[in-house]
Structure formats: C-alpha cells, structure tokens
C-alpha cells in the first residue's frame, strides 16, 4: 500500500483546520494558530473543530499509556512489583529532573538492565532546572534524561520478561512491536492499515485519525483492567510531565482528568469520570497555542476551572494584548 500517495490525496480533500488560537496585540492580530480538536462522547458521538477528512496524524507520544497496557497485559507490574511511581514514569514524556531519573534508574536496576541498553538516544533535560543542575555539575546527559526513558526501560521489561531480544527490540518486526501494534489498533478500534514511521526515539509510531485516537483513550482509561495506568496518572502528574509541563498542570488542577502531550501539536485529555475526551491537534505544532486550546476548551465543557494568564505583556510587565481562543 503506497501510504504516501493515499495522505496526500486526503489531505487535499475537505482538510480545512479551524482557527483556534489568536494573539492579539493592542488591537492588531500577530498570530494565528490553525488546528483541530476532536470531542468523543462515551457512545463515541463526535464533535468537531475543524474538517480532517479521516486525515491520519502520528501518534507520537500521545502512544505511552497505549503502549504501556501491554505491561498490565504480560502482567510486567506483578512479576516486578512495579510501584505506582514507575508505571507513571512507563507512561510519560517526564522532564528529566532527578525525581524522574531516579526512578527511571530503580526500574532499570529492578529489570536487571543498564542504561546503555536503551535506545532512546540522549538529550538534555526538558526541564530548565535539571539542565542548570547538569551543567553546574558538569555531568553529561545520558539516556535517563530523554523523555521517552520510561517508556524504552518497560520495553526492555517486556522483552525480558518474554525471552525476545534485547538488541533489536526498536524493530518493526520485533514480536515486542508487533504485540504494541496490535494492542493500539485493538484499542483505537482501527479496521485497515495507517502509516508507520519512527518516532523522534527511534521505536515504530503510528497513525491514525484523531478520533480514533481519543477512542483509544476512553477505551483504555475506561477498563478496569488497567486501573493502575489511570491512577498513576491522576495520582501522580509531576511524574508523567513536570517542569512547566501542559500535562501536568491539567492533571494537578483538575479532580478527574488524565491529560498526555505529544509532539507535533497533539495532547489528548480524558475526563475519567464521565468517560469523555478530547484531542487537539496543532498545525504548526505551537505548544503554546496547544495549552490554550486545550484548558480553554476544559473551561468551556465545565470540566475544570484551571487558570492559565492570556496576557501577553512586555519586558516591563505592561499589558500590551491578549492570547484569544476561538472555541
């Protein structure tokens, strides 16, 4: 199946993003952010900001508590008695600050694993204080501080658990992949083939339109099977993001919502207790913009009241404007 030429024709096909985001400055708009958001009910009834054609988008990290069901599945949490706090760090796109790494390095050493091992490649800190903190330590950052290390530490679990290779665990064919591909097109309740591409960790992405996306959530949050992935995530935000993260600050300001960033734009947000949520997609891929759109549209449904400034102001603190979401 050639998946390029089958996007491209979708995209030239009734692909009109809805304006979401405005910066307005002393009267005069400065920027414009263009996107999508789609809204699933519990019966799967869709609501929708802009026209995506069943266009297919990756998933990026929006992925990692799809990916990390496998973990409850192969029963990974009880042969290690996995704590809550680690099968958060499985699930997160964390900031890289000691609280994660530490905990990424218990669960490295509870697999009988080591750093090196991971081939999620090294990247600093997102977070701008454990990056102050390595470079007044003058310490190097490893593969602890990417992300995406919780997510590859619990592949590496899974691989040993199962007897399947350690070495190649990052490819297409790998049983370990081909079971994460199933378990996302179960969950996503997909009936033919998306593209696949790598992701910026170097493990297989997938796509598929942004309903299906939020089908997949409702569909995973929504089992009790997997009740310990919900209550690391209402239990423990600052693990699953951090520092200034969009995820986390959903999370720690609201009573039941379970929120999770991707990249390219995207962030997902479940409302646990009616079994609702929602997906915005970002064009441009602004993160900005991304945590506008989506804390303004938790307002706008009533399911939280969380508080972000819409000022924009110069150097001197001087109002000069306002941020504008068009919802």
């Known amino acids: ?3 390029s030429t089958q996007t491209k024709k979708m995209r030239n096909i009734n692909n009109k993003p809805a304006k979401l985001v405005e910066y307005i400055r002393d009267g005069l708009p400065e920027q414009e952010h263009f996107g999508y958001i789609v809204k699933c009910s519990s019966n799967f009834e869709i ?16 992925a990692k508590p799809l990916q990390a069901s ?9 042969r290690y008695d996995m ?67 919780g997510k590859h530490t619990m592949m590496l679990g899974l691989c040993k658990l199962n007897n399947w290779d350690l070495n190649t665990y990052d490819d297409l064919t790998h049983p370990l992949q081909v079971a994460i591909k199933e378990k996302i097109y179960s969950l996503c309740e997909l009936d033919k083939e998306y593209p696949v591409t790598k992701d910026g960790c170097g493990v297989p992405i997938h796509s598929m339109p942004l309903k299906n ?12 099977k997997y009740s310990k992935i919900k209550e690391a ?17 959903i999370i720690q300001n609201s009573d039941n919502l379970v929120s999770k960033v991707g990249a390219g734009g995207l962030i997902v947000v479940i409302n646990t207790k009616i079994n609702e949520g929602f997906i915005v997609k970002i064009c441009d891929a602004n993160m900005d913009a991304r945590e506008f759109a989506a804390i303004d549209y ?30």
């Open 213 to 224: 996306i939020v089908k997949g959530y409702l569909n995973l949050f929504s089992n009790p």
């Open 70 to 78: 496998l973990l409850i599945d192969y029963e990974l949490d009880k």
């Open 298 to 327: 938790i307002n706008k449904l009533g399911w939280g009241k969380i508080h972000v400034s819409h000022d924009i102001k110069t150097n001197h603190g001087y109002k000069v404007g306002e941020v504008k979401t068009l919802l």
């Open 83 to 149: 704590t809550m706090e680690e099968i958060a760090l499985c699930c997160a796109s964390h900031a890289g600050e000691k609280i994660h790494t530490d905990i990424i390095t218990r669960l490295i050493n509870k697999f009988g694993l080591n750093e090196n091992m991971l081939k999620c490649g090294k990247h600093s800190p997102i977070s701008r204080s454990a990056q102050d903190d390595l470079l007044l330590k003058n310490i190097a950052p490893g593969q602890i501080h990417n992300n995406c290390s």
């Open 1 to 3: 199946m050639n998946f």
């Open 47 to 62: 609501t929708k900001y802009g026209e995506d054609a069943e266009i297919p988008f990756f998933l990026r990290s929006c």
């Open 233 to 249: 995530f209402l239990n423990f935000p600052y693990l699953i993001g951090g520092e200034n993260r969009t995820d986390t600050k």
